[in-house]
Nanobody, 126 residues
Framework: QVQLEESGGGWVQSGNSLRLSCRVS????????VGWFRQPPGKEREFVAA????????YYATFMKDRFTISRDNAKSTVHLQMNALKPDDTAVYYC???????????????????WGQGTQVTVSS
């Protein structure tokens, strides 16, 4: 069983940065791809970024690729999402999720992910 816990959310002004962290607990963490998704107020959940179990492959939503960076440290069982140049449209609850048996790739579809964290709120003011 894999458990995930997000941290690092909060309130920031437009243009500033935040770093979200996702702690992954469970066996063989390096075999799990991890994705970040977000759900803006009143909207559906959407893909943000994902990283393969070994950390070598990363995937980004087209509209945020140049501002966000996903990384992972398997020795610390942690995946990070560095978010720069934040905009009010980035306001959302951010979730991390894990997908098993994915050491070398990761999915961009939320339906592929088996385990989810509780989410962390990010609010960007103008």
């Amino acid at each position: 069983q894999v458990q995930l816990e997000e941290s690092g959310g909060g309130w920031v002004q437009s243009g500033n940065s935040l770093r979200l962290s996702c702690r992954v607990s469970g066996p063989t963490v390096s075999t799990y791809a991890v994705g970040w998704f977000r759900q803006p107020p009143g909207k559906e959940r959407e893909f943000v970024a994902a990283i393969s179990g070994d950390g070598a492959s990363t995937y980004y939503a087209t509209f945020m690729k140049d501002r966000f960076t996903i990384s992972r440290d398997n020795a610390k069982s942690t995946v990070h999402l560095q978010m720069n140049a934040l905009k009010p449209d980035d306001t959302a609850v951010y979730y991390c999720a894990a997908e098993g048996r994915k050491p070398y790739t990761a999915s961009v579809y939320f339906g592929s992910y088996e385990y989810w964290g509780q989410g962390t709120q990010v609010t960007v003011s103008s």
